[in-house]
């Protein structure tokens, strides 16, 4: 296991084991032998690093933490040395790297201030409105060959409300991250320029935009209803279908962010959701290109995070409460955007825009 910054790395040389239990005679994870008592860091016989899980989940959090929050980094490395024997070479290594954080120019963030601001500057609402509006009007000028005007413009403005969910979520939590470009049959994206600084964090931001766009397309079906509109019917179906697959939980889609709060292993059912649309878009010759992206994007943090695992480590410390209460809403959320998707399209029967 390694941990990067400033072009040196760090190396924890010991073979993965168990953590061991804290029981009266704990063995050796690598050789089986006993340890001399629960606190021994070091097995005796073969030299192993006793505690060599924890170690790789504060080295992994610490390199993600250390581009942008350089003092967080540096009190998980500190919590590293807990975990090392003061003689070793790999205890230099990490206090050297703890020096290092410290008086580099990012340095002195207070620990808890997550919105701490990378160098980049954040773009004026002028500019960031400009390039939202720009590619709102782009996206509306190729969807329009399919849709018309009405429902391209009417397609544009449900997911705007969508991102516009994770906007405000950001923004209450001073994460800087791009204003939402769009991308024509791609959708709009979002570039988070620091990283959430807890699961919790990370799913409160992940199902704002679902719970935006059910709003909005909410709103379309609040039309439908008054005047009979075709066209409000079809957008509201767009919307409950569009806030139903992002709540896929499988990273790094939105349910995938929301669900890594709960657990981790939730992923294994979104990747078997994912696989299953797969067969179905490849059986009806449909392109699936998005969905292979998906796949793509999402195998390395599933198989990183399950085989560290799971929901351990700094970052999913969230408490007892927090994923029950994530857990409820997202279960509320999927299962009422499956009954109105599934209402409206019982009304568009095979027609519609879309």
Same mark, same amino acid.
């Given at each position: ?56 989940? +504060? ?239 999402? +195998? ?55």
């Amino acid at each position: 296991m390694h941990a990067a910054g400033g072009g040196r790395r760090i190396g924890i040389a010991a073979n993965r084991g168990t953590v061991v239990s804290q029981l009266p005679f704990p063995k050796c994870p690598r050789c089986g032998w006993p340890l001399p008592s629960p606190a021994s860091l070091v097995c005796p016989k073969c030299g192993a690093l006793v505690q060599v899980d924890q170690l790789t989940r +504060l080295a992994a959090e610490a390199q993600m933490r250390a581009q942008y929050h350089p003092e967080q980094a540096a009190v998980l490395w500190e919590e590293c040395l807990k975990l090392l024997p003061p003689e070793s070479e790999q205890f230099h290594a990490v206090q050297m790297e703890i020096a290092r954080l410290r008086s580099s120019p990012q340095g002195g963030v207070p620990v808890l201030d997550y919105a701490a601001p990378p160098e980049n500057p954040q773009e004026t609402l002028p500019i960031a409105i400009l390039k939202t509006g720009a590619s709102m009007l782009v996206s509306i000028f190729v969807y329009q060959y399919s849709f018309g005007w009405a429902g391209a413009a009417g397609f544009v403005f449900l997911i705007l409300i969508h991102e516009l969910g994770h906007v405000v979520a950001n923004l209450y939590y001073g994460l800087r991250a791009s204003p939402p470009i769009f991308i024509p049959y791609v959708g709009a994206v979002i570039n988070l320029r620091q990283s959430p600084p807890n699961a919790k964090v990370e799913a409160i931001i992940g199902i704002a935009g679902p719970i935006a766009g059910t709003i909005a397309a909410l709103a379309a079906f609040a039309i439908y209803l008054a005047t009979g509109s075709e066209l409000a019917l079809e957008l509201s179906w767009f919307g409950f279908t569009m806030n139903l697959f992002n709540l896929l939980p499988v990273p790094p889609l939105d349910g995938g962010r929301v669900t890594a709060a709960v657990s981790p292993w939730v992923w294994i059912v979104g990747l078997a959701g994912l696989g299953w649309m797969l067969v179905d878009e490849f059986l009806a010759h449909r392109n699936s290109w998005m969905l292979l992206a998906i796949l793509v994007f999402a +195998l390395p943090r599933i198989v990183g995070t399950l085989k560290a695992g799971g929901r351990s480590g700094p970052y999913y410390a969230i408490g007892k409460i927090a994923p029950i209460v994530i857990g409820v809403a997202y279960l509320i959320l999927l299962l009422t955007l499956i009954a109105l998707r599934l209402y409206t399209s019982s009304q568009l029967g095979n027609g519609g825009l879309f």
